[in-house]
């Protein structure tokens, strides 16, 4: 199926926008932070046709633009403002894996006009500065130092990390979160600096607030894995938190598991795609 790439660009910054043919209801893909849109490369395909798929390097990350300030939420959320206006996403559900779900959150409440419904995949539904201090996140949650590192151990570390095996087309997600140089050596495309100026606005994210607030429909869309490793199951303790808050809420959200690691599009594709096709097909008899 053929890919279009194009530029959408707003107050200077240009991102980077893929796009798979469809007939039916838009769908914008969001990735998480340090990631890029590659994350959706095995979810995408199964959705497109049916529907129209757009996706995005945001600002900071992949092909965007590298922008010294401009992280918050208001910065962000107007950038897929105008992926959705300049693109003419009319009636867009949007979907946000991890940060991209707080943005995709955001979205929906800001812009009700634009956004039809949002899927929140791992993400947007979890207080962090409910959990832990900044002090406490910063330390914890700072990305290692990689830039310099030969390609080869990033991608075994990756591996290693996510705890995938290292195919075809999970290489090209981790290659794409990186610049690769003559002698093999990388460096982050997206910086600590800035990787840390996001990770900040995650924490002053009142996500209460922001559940309270949206109006179209909404799934949250959890992984749940059963690992043993203690930051697992304190990040699985969260979610269940978060699923409590949400289920108390009600109505337009809706909260639902799904197997599987943090990293679920690379993990399950299949069950994503079913899971956002139902989700739109769905959003599509509320409104007939």
Same mark, same amino acid.
């Given at each position: 199926?053929?890919?279009?790439? %194009?530029?959408?660009? %707003?107050?200077?910054?240009?991102?980077?926008?893929?796009?798979?043919?469809?007939?039916?209801?838009?769908?914008?893909?969001?990735?998480?932070?340090?990631?890029?849109? &590659?994350?959706?490369?095995? $979810?995408?395909?199964?959705?497109?046709? %049916?529907?129209?798929?757009?996706?995005?390097?945001?600002?900071? &990350?992949?092909?965007?633009?590298?922008?010294? @300030?401009?992280?918050?939420?208001?910065?962000?959320?107007?950038?897929?403002?105008?992926?959705?206006?300049?693109?003419?996403?009319?009636? #867009?559900? =949007?979907?946000?894996?991890?940060?991209?779900?707080?943005? @995709?959150?955001?979205?929906?409440?800001?812009?009700? %006009?634009?956004?039809?419904?949002?899927?929140?995949?791992?993400?947007?539904?979890?207080?962090?500065?409910?959990?832990?201090?900044?002090?406490?996140?910063?330390?914890?949650?700072?990305?290692?130092?990689?830039?310099?590192?030969?390609?080869?151990?990033?991608?075994?570390?990756?591996?290693?990390?996510?705890?995938?095996?290292?195919?075809?087309?999970?290489?090209?997600?981790?290659?794409?979160?990186?610049?690769?140089?003559?002698?093999?050596?990388?460096?982050?495309?997206?910086?600590?600096?800035?990787?840390?100026?996001?990770?900040?606005? =995650?924490?002053?994210?009142?996500?209460?607030?922001?559940?309270?607030?949206?109006?179209?429909? #909404?799934? $949250?869309?959890?992984?749940?894995?059963?690992?043993?490793?203690?930051?697992?199951?304190?990040?699985?303790?969260?979610?269940?938190?978060?699923?409590?808050?949400?289920?108390?809420?009600?109505?337009?959200?809706?909260?639902?598991? =799904?197997?599987?690691?943090?990293?679920?599009?690379?993990?399950?594709?299949?069950?994503?795609? @079913?899971?956002?096709?139902?989700?739109?097909?769905?959003?599509?008899?509320?409104?007939?």
């Amino acid at each position: 199926m053929p890919e279009k790439r %194009r530029i959408v660009e %707003r107050d200077g910054v240009r991102l980077a926008v893929r796009e798979l043919p469809g007939d039916g209801r838009p769908l914008l893909l969001l990735h998480g932070l340090a990631s890029t849109t &590659h994350i959706w490369d095995l $979810v995408a395909p199964r959705l497109a046709g %049916r529907h129209r798929v757009v996706a995005y390097d945001q600002r900071g &990350h992949g092909e965007s633009t590298k922008t010294a @300030a401009g992280y918050g939420f208001p910065e962000v959320v107007a950038d897929a403002a105008e992926v959705i206006r300049r693109l003419r996403l009319r009636r #867009t559900v =949007i979907v946000g894996h991890s940060w991209g779900g707080s943005v @995709a959150l955001e979205a929906a409440v800001r812009h009700p %006009r634009l956004v039809a419904g949002a899927v929140l995949l791992d993400g947007g539904f979890m207080s962090m500065r409910d959990r832990i201090d900044w002090q406490a996140a910063r330390e914890l949650l700072r990305p290692p130092d990689i830039d310099g590192m030969h390609v080869d151990e990033f991608l075994r570390r990756w591996s290693g990390a996510t705890g995938l095996p290292l195919t075809d087309g999970r290489g090209t997600v981790a290659r794409s979160l990186v610049r690769v140089g003559p002698d093999g050596r990388i460096r982050r495309r997206l910086s600590v600096p800035k990787h840390m100026r996001i990770l900040r606005a =995650i924490w002053e994210h009142d996500v209460g607030r922001a559940l309270r607030s949206v109006r179209v429909p #909404t799934l $949250v869309l959890a992984a749940r894995s059963h690992g043993t490793d203690p930051k697992e199951a304190a990040f699985m303790e969260a979610k269940r938190e978060g699923a409590a808050a949400v289920r108390a809420i009600g109505e337009p959200l809706r909260f639902a598991w =799904i197997e599987g690691i943090h990293d679920v599009p690379l993990d399950r594709p299949a069950a994503v795609a @079913a899971r956002v096709r139902s989700f739109a097909a769905n959003l599509a008899r509320i409104e007939a």
